[in-house]
């Protein structure tokens, strides 16, 4: 692990600048949970909204949002995760209670900012079309101009499981099939929200 300052981020940044400017590109924020260093998220954001940098976050949406507000309303584009509707499941799975993620997710859907709702889809735990069917429909009644992308579970932090002696997960998921995905995108469009594919 390496500290870093803000200065230091922001002196690293600059240089791609004038790239930014003429691309459309940005800047996103990431991890992790970028809301979990509040402060440092807030200067960086301030500071690229300033600069007319365009900014973007990643974020499981498990934070305070009286707290985050003022950070959000200077992003141009958030990306979600929603990893399961059923509660007990979410629970069962992740250790906590997906109802204050779905409130922030209508709060933040106030906000009117570019927003794609994610799911990391993992056979077993949240690939039935049950589960898909009422995400789309949650964000096509909470979030205007309503998109998700599906995100397939996959087998690249393998390294990481095992250096943090977390054997009994390592194979615990198998890595959904393209067809399968492709199914589970068709379902979302029926409940007419759009699919985006970054990748």
């Known amino acids: 692990m390496k500290e870093i300052t803000t200065d230091e981020v922001i002196k690293e940044i600059e240089k791609d600048f004038i790239f930014f400017l003429s691309s459309g590109g940005g800047v996103t ?25 365009y900014t973007a976050i990643e974020t499981c949406a498990l934070f305070d949002f009286e707290k985050c507000k003022d950070i959000l309303e200077k992003i141009d584009h958030i ?3 929603i990893k399961n509707m059923d509660d ?12 204050k993620i779905l409130e922030n997710v209508k709060k933040m859907a106030t906000l009117n900012k570019s927003m794609v709702i994610r799911i990391p889809v993992i056979p077993g735990f949240n690939d039935s079309t049950e589960n898909i069917k009422q995400t789309a429909e949650f964000v096509k009644e909470n979030v205007k101009n309503p998109k998700m992308e599906l ?9 990481k499981y095992k250096a943090l002696g977390l054997y009994d997960y390592i194979y615990k ?21 759009g699919v985006v594919r970054y990748k």
């Open 173 to 193: 998921f198998e890595v959904p099939s393209k067809e399968k995905i492709n199914d589970l995108e068709g379902v979302i469009e029926n409940c007419g929200v």
């Open 88 to 99: 007990e499941k979410h629970k069962e799975y992740t250790g906590i209670s997906n109802k």
């Open 29 to 53: 924020f990431s991890g992790g949970e970028p809301t979990n260093q509040l402060e440092f998220l807030r200067e960086l954001v301030y500071y690229f909204y300033k600069k007319g940098i």
């Open 79 to 81: 990306f979600v995760d």
């Open 151 to 159: 995100l397939p579970y996959h087998m690249l932090g393998l390294d």
